[in-house]
């Protein structure tokens, strides 16, 4: 596969063979207004597509764009079928955001995959090797590990002594596998991330301090991705676990012993302490925190930022620091405003009214 | 040591051989109840724990575990010893926990190592290499750098022109030293730590700014660790110093020039920016910031997620952004909370305060 | 270029050849006072030059670490010319900080550059080098990629498939270019800095997610600075795209199809959602995060932690989360401080109120 590479530059993330508007439409099953023979090679947002690229209009609020797009072909929704704009050639379609991602797939470039072992590669006598598999330059593998069938690890890329990885794993450059490290089926690690470090654990000795030994896994469930630079270290007295399809975006951390659910998706800058545990479905916005020991119940939200301490209710969004339900966040939010605005005078009234209950003689005139 | 490559896969982070329980409890001082023949050969939870491994009870809260927990032996307090509950192999001792603790050691599975210096390694003709060092594959050592006795230099990691390692370094995988950093006796780097690199400082010129030349040097004391892919910038007019046996862990970035003391820990997603100056022994919780030319004074805390600008003293704990004064964070959070719920009253004392005011022919009806 | 390796422990970031207090003072166009012939080989503050060293007294403030400075020579503000101090040898120039700043590149250590391409490098048949580059050793280039005249890739760096890179370009170690991804001109990529990674981006299906395949690129224009092990995706439907002159600290996120001006400053922990569009000449403070889909406008300032969601309008200062006006952030907390210290009477109040009115029979008792 070799990626288009003939023009590199070309523009809106090209360089496949292009295709016509007319064989668009029947690949989203929209309908075709207009020269059904013109060619598109890219996709791109109406305010920066040109005549060889595809585009959309979804929604009434980008029609500004629309109205001098200079895009070839535009997928258009049927209520906007007729709007004035510029593009001509038009295909319509019930979603044209999900027609979109249909056909981003036969715009993308996809990455090369060479087969077979690089000579350059280091790999421990014991290892397993699975049928198919790509093995980048450079790339190490410590004794008694085992790579599942049709699985590529790219430049760089450490798989330490005795992890175990499954079918169709992809781990990208430089990425680091530490020692007895799981990985299930189809997991995909991005460049740089790391997993199965021992965790941050220390007990105080007469000088100073020792590291805990780690003498739990870190298992990353089928289906987990972890996103570049991102790190999960292994557990000390438990294993720490991702649970199958959890995703994980760049620079995300998962101290020791930590047990995620099934089916999250953990955000940018995402930091979890050791301990915590986090049920199915959980989503975490982008630089949120979750402390030690803490809980999170089944498909709750944390929006970005937040920071939970202690428990989340299953179901539920939260939000701030400390993360409470996201509504009393907003009241309180509103009540400052509104309260920052009468300082003064609630001053002024707390201090008459304790002058005039000192005048009438009160037995007690604390104020607090 | 083979790290027990046998079986990989077994349970509980275990591999190593078994123990048993009359072992167990010969080791950690304790006294046995139930069969001493019985073997473990992993640790885990009450809830996790198999007939192979052995588990703990330290605290009645975790009782509801124990009743049905199917752990072959359970190291247990004095006072829970004759709690109801499944295993009935126990090993009664005063802190389960520390015994545990003790006990890691025994079950965690060390990475093996390989002795000297492998051939694919690129190492400058003139770099210092000690005694009993490991040089792992694709390891590249820039000229003039001294590598101490005993110092471990993992697979892929980069050690730039004239840095100096003391004794028994480790740097994990894909790590980076830049050029001319300093690391102590035993300090530990995990995989992708950046250390030395040229600070973020530039200066305005006609077209655009230029980079400050970073004069100052990266120093980290002995027995110093960083986390992984945590990053630590070299100083521009003066040197960036982490003190002796200070913890950093994951994805901690500190700035140029900044000064740490002796015995401090940094947990996950700290950020420190330039020239901050932290004193001995102070403790600061995942993803909280500290601003540039801060000072915290030694021994004190700040709570996950705080941000500190100006000054924290010695001693205290601090928290919330702007960083304060943890007492006063919480007293604030509850106000917050009680007057949400009377804004509107609240509003409306004022508004009648002012009409009476007005009234009664107040020379100045200012409210704020 | 050998920088200085004879003795890479000399004190205070030096190790180049010495320099008299003379030379110093004709450099800076500066007046000496003292002993001209004292030389000099590093740069320290204060509290830690030696007598070897130059430092430096701008302010009155740091007079205290004059009184006692062991500095050979002190570059002084003229007002500062005749203070009370040890050292004796001065040199009286207008601003001293940036005399300072102009003489770091004459004692900052330069990193040693070999020239050619290392033969352990891997490099695919139809890769174009340009003239002049250093490919240190281990450096992966994938086929089709173009590298400038002059760009310098160290050790262990990933170029991905298809990927073009300027003139003058610097890869440090470890870092990663994923595949078809563009750098301008002088470009700097920092260690483990990840570039075009395809984004975080899923759609549902029947049986869980599948990820939405990215056709944008990741574009860097010239003279863009990423900081180490700093992440910025490629775009899906649209390029990721970072204006010429932006420098990015380490640690950073960027996501897809984000836009970012020219000449913006992004600090350290940042991290920027998906398709946000941020103008020139912006600065992001660190931890600070900005949404997704959110705009900031040209020459914005988000301070440290903020987080920004919606509109941060060009030109102002904002803080806190969700971010608003810096002013309205500090109106609003020393409100807090104020009206915590009332909490008890203002509610008292409001429980009178309400019983007066209770009392004279008003048809509604609400409170809220």
Redesign the interface.
Known sequence: M????ED??AG????QQPITAAAVAAQVGGVLVGDGSIEVR????LD?AGPNDLS?LAQLRYAQWFATSRAGVVLIAPELAEHAGAPSTRIVVAKPV?A??TL??R???K??RAHGV?P?A?IAN?VRLGEGVTI???V?I???A?IGDGSWI???A?I?????LGTDVRV???A?V???T?LGDRVIL???A?VG?EG?G??PQDH??V???????CVLEH?V?V???S?I???????TVVGA?T?I???V?I?HNVRIGR?C?F???V?V?GSARIGDGVQVG??A?I?GHATVGARANLA??A?A?GNVPAGETWS???ARPHR?HL????????????????????SN??ATTRAVGAPDGS??
Chains 1, 2, 3 share one sequence.
């Open positions: 070799s990626g288009g590479s590199p530059r809106g993330g090209d360089g890219g996709i791109a947002p920066r959309f999900d979109m991602v981003l797939a715009f993308h470039r990455e090369p690089h350059s280091v014991d980048e330059p450079f190490v410590g004794e008694g085992v790219s430049a760089q450490v330490g002594a005795g992890a175990v990208h450059a430089s680091v530490y020692p007895f799981e991005h460049a740089g790391r470090r941050f220390f007990v100073g301090v590291r805990i030994p780690h003498a739990g896994r289906d991705e996103g570049a630079n790190c270290d292994r557990g000390s007295v438990d294993d399809g995703k975006d760049n620079l951390h101290a089916g998706f955000a940018a800058g930091g302490a982008g630089q925190g402390g970005g930022g920071g301490i701030g620091y400390p009393d009241r309180a939010a509103a009540a400052i405003a509104r309260l920052a605005k009468i300082v003064r005078p609630l001053e002024q009234l707390v009214a304790a104020a607090t």
